[in-house]
């Protein structure tokens, strides 16, 4: 593993140095985004939480691009949140709003492809994000039920194969630790291939592999059909987790969850959007899920529908509802139903 990240970086380099020499065009520019609600808890298999509400913002992102030319690039973005996690008392914990580094990277531009370093995004999820659209109402599956990360630290190149962009890819070499520092020996290794008949649908195939510390290491599979225009965009997700034991005692699991989302516009400033998610065994990790904690002893179902109101160009109110429908656990139970009323406010500026 370690020679195949040496070829990659000398492959770069390489590159870099060979085709470097530009003017020199410097621009830059801030930009940002906020993310507030109001949200209504019904109904919680978690009773604790049953009947709280309240004001909170989920995201705050603050970003400085800057061009040195037609060739290189960087990003810098902030992002301030409260961790929307319970605490140990099975309660959110209070509300503090904590700003931490979203992305750091340089880019490099060299014909139709592109090669970057730092903290950024990995292929996992990029094109599904794009296509969903909604990340303001919630976060894609893989990033939602905490099976994946939507940043990494490493090195990474994408772009497509033809001027046409029917064929495209996107390879990173990451240390596995999303935003965070390195804390183990292991890296993770992720690609996509993505074919686009016609600018608006995309199929993608995705894999990676990441080596873990600790009992198990895990691969993901994953397969997205998308169609994205101006008025509709909806998609199809499957995908499967396996965490797969380092030794005799840690037990493999394999994680599995479909997804179907569609949204469109029924006025100019109006669109009306939806998904589901079925999780197909109970997740783990899913008390850990930020804003929206999930049981992790039985399988689940989750509808997300909104309404999608444009007041500007750059302001969106979205009344929302997120609903989860669990099934018998091994013990023969069915938790309690969670049931979430929110109205999100979305503005940017630029």
């Known amino acids: 593993m370690n020679k195949t990240m040496w070829i990659l970086f000398l492959l770069i380099i390489s590159t870099i140095l060979i085709t470097a020499q530009d003017k020199k065009e410097t621009t830059g520019k801030f930009s940002g985004y906020m993310v507030g609600e109001y ?35 960087t990003r810098l973005r902030l992002e301030m949140n409260n961790d929307g996690k319970l605490n140990d008392d099975g309660k959110f914990d209070k509300i503090v709003i904590s700003p931490f580094v979203k992305d750091a990277y340089l880019q490099y531009k060299f014909g139709l492809q592109k090669a970057y370093f730092g903290i950024a995004s ?34 990474g190149m994408a772009g497509q194969f033809d001027k046409s962009g029917m064929i495209k890819y996107h390879a990173m070499v990451a240390n596995g630790s999303g935003n965070k520092q390195e804390i183990d020996k292991g890296k993770s290794f992720m690609a996509s291939l993505s074919f686009w008949p ?78 589901v998610d079925r999780m197909l065994e109970p997740n783990p990790k899913g008390p850990d899920v930020a804003y929206t904690p999930f ?21 969106k109110i979205i009344p929302n509802v997120k609903f989860a429908m669990y099934d018998e656990n091994k013990e023969g139970n069915k938790p309690a139903n969670d049931l979430y009323a929110n109205m999100t406010f979305y503005w940017r500026f630029k």
Request: charge should be neutral; proline fraction near 2%.
């Open 122 to 155: 990995p292929p996992t999820f990029k094109i599904i994000e794009k296509v969903w659209g909604y990340r303001i109402v919630e976060k894609t599956p893989l990033d939602l039920q905490k099976m994946a990360s939507s940043r990494d630290f490493g090195v």
């Open 39 to 73: 949200y209504n808890i019904s109904d919680h298999n978690n009773k604790d939480l049953k009947g709280q509400h309240g004001f909170q913002f989920r995201r705050i992102y603050f970003t400085y691009d800057y061009k040195f030319n037609s060739k290189f690039s």
């Open 198 to 275: 016609i600018k608006e649908l995309v199929l993608e195939g995705y894999a990676d592999y990441a080596d873990r510390a600790g009992a198990a290491d895990t691969y993901i599979t994953q397969g997205f059909l998308g169609y994205n225009s101006k008025t509709l965009h909806g998609g199809i997700q499957y995908s499967q987790q396996l965490l797969k034991a380092k030794d005799d005692q840690s037990e493999e699991i394999t994680l599995k969850v479909l997804s179907v989302f569609l949204s469109g516009n029924i006025l100019n400033n109006i669109k009306l959007l939806g998904r």
């Open 295 to 315: 049981n992790d002893t039985a399988s689940f179902t989750e509808i997300i529908a909104g309404v999608d109101i444009s007041v500007h160009e750059d302001i």
